[in-house]
């Protein structure tokens, strides 16, 4: 370890040792919090130490080109990921512990990988963007205060060879903020003492073969009984959604950027005329990367003709036909943030009388919706879904179609309006639909 980390560990632990809260489980005293006035060192605070820390993932130092002063991932500042673990603490109860996963990297053939994602919540707590780690955060206070556990893989320097750096043990102090931090392979002897000092666990780790799940679950019946009952694993999940829903200055930031470089991307399509929908699909995704943003959200949606209605179409391999429509649903992901932008636009660029009828029918639709999102319209996505439905009924009646409900959910309009959208593209997937909308959500509206 750097003799400035020593240093700036040997002090951690020192105060940890200092006005410690005492565990009502165990009867000993927590390994308290470090200070809050020197407790956490983020990304901003290693770019201006003298020493050089290379981690798995851009930092202002290595990539001023992404990441302001302060910045743990792009446009997220590292005190929010502070700030979002302890309103998690917050929310749990007394002697609540709460476990998460990162997501692991997954194999097509061989040593042929996917393409790595990180689990959307684990990403939300942490900002830690390398496979195989566990995060824990174990309250401590009634106000929040907690201790954030962070369990990642080891420096190696065979593995960095072949794959890049490794943030390390050290990275999850320096950077990422954990109060302790250890090797993600030995993450059983880590979890035991937190089990022991535990009232309720919760998770949503899968129970697999030898998992961690299982593992959790194997600790929570050696401890039970010990001073009183451990209870099973609760799930994690809803809380973290409740969080998750409600988006922060900065979470929007990235959104809007999002939006705003695949709106242009967009734009610049509808000016083209395109032969096939690969072609189309390989400009957007071009456009999105060359305008900032890290890649495609999801896989897109381009479908000439009748391949419009088919909502997860995404072979994309059709030529488009002059006087067709083509709808194409995609969006570009900035910051960890996505959009998810459908429009629809006739092939040859000109509208016939009867395109242009049903688009204005459909844009009407969207544009009511949309200007009922807001709290004071007390509305759900359920509801807002109601009104598109019978908005569009009320649409295609008045140009002569003799349209029934069944007919219209069926055939035309088989999907929900909408859905809530941020880190993912279908966001806080527990968080139900049949809620008001409140500021600071952030939802799709695609009728």
């Known amino acids: 370890m750097h003799a400035r980390s020593r240093v700036a560990w040997t002090v951690r632990r020192a105060l940890r040792s200092a006005d410690a809260a005492i565990c009502p489980r165990s009867g000993r005293p927590y390994p308290a919090p470090i200070a809050s006035a020197i407790r956490r060192s983020y990304a901003t605070e290693a770019a201006q130490q003298n020493y050089r820390l290379v981690i798995g993932q851009p930092t202002p130092e290595t990539h001023p080109h ?35 996963q990162a997501a692991s990297l997954k194999y097509r053939s061989g040593p042929v990988f996917y393409e790595f994602h990180q689990d959307p919540d684990f990403f939300y707590l942490t900002g830690f963007l390398e496979p195989d780690a566990v995060g824990v955060v174990e309250k401590t206070g009634p106000n929040g205060e907690h201790i954030f556990h962070l369990f ?40 035991e003492p937190i089990i022991r000092r535990a009232e309720v666990v919760f998770t949503d780790i899968s129970a697999k073969p030898d998992g961690l799940k299982q593992t959790l679950v194997g600790l929570l019946a050696k401890f039970k009984g010990e001073t009183q009952p451990i209870e099973r694993p609760q799930p994690l999940k809803p809380r973290i959604h409740l969080l998750r829903s409600f988006k922060s200055f900065a979470e929007i930031t990235n959104m809007r950027s ?62 488009l036909k002059d006087g067709d429509f083509v709808l194409v649903d995609a969006g570009g992901s900035y910051g960890g943030y996505v959009t998810d932008i459908t429009r629809t636009w006739p092939v040859n ?5 009867p395109q242009k009828d049903l688009y204005e029918v459909v844009l009407g639709v969207q544009r009511k919706c949309v200007g009922l999102c807001r709290e004071d319209a007390k509305m759900s996505l359920d509801e807002l879904h109601g009104i598109a439905e019978e908005e569009l009924m009320v649409g295609l009646r008045s140009l002569g179609f003799n349209i029934s409900l069944r007919d219209l959910t069926r055939t035309l309009f088989p999907h929900h309006l909408g859905h809530y959208v941020g880190i993912d593209v279908h966001d806080v997937s527990s968080y139900g639909r049949a809620l008001k909308l409140k500021t600071g959500q952030c939802v799709t509206i695609e009728p």
């Open 66 to 100: 992404l990441l302001k002063a302060g910045e743990l991932t792009r446009g997220i500042q590292g005190s929010e990921y502070f700030e979002r673990r302890r309103k998690l603490a917050q929310a749990l109860p007394d002697g609540g512990v709460a476990i998460f």
């Open 152 to 191: 990642v893989r080891p420096k190696d320097e065979h593995s960095e060879a072949w794959e890049g750096p490794r943030s390390g043990i050290e990275g999850a102090y320096e950077v990422f903020g954990a109060d302790n931090a250890g090797d993600f392979e030995h993450f059983q002897s880590h979890l």
């Open 258 to 319: 999002a939006g705003r470089i695949s709106g242009r991307a967009f734009n610049e399509a509808m000016e083209r005329r395109w032969k096939s929908e690969s072609d189309l699909w390989a400009f957007l995704e071009y456009q999105f990367r060359m305008g900032g943003c890290e890649k495609s959200a999801y896989v897109p949606v381009v479908g000439g003709g009748d391949n419009a209605l088919k909502i997860h179409y995404t072979r994309n391999d059709k030529l």
């Open 349 to 353: 660029g000109k509208f016939t009388d």
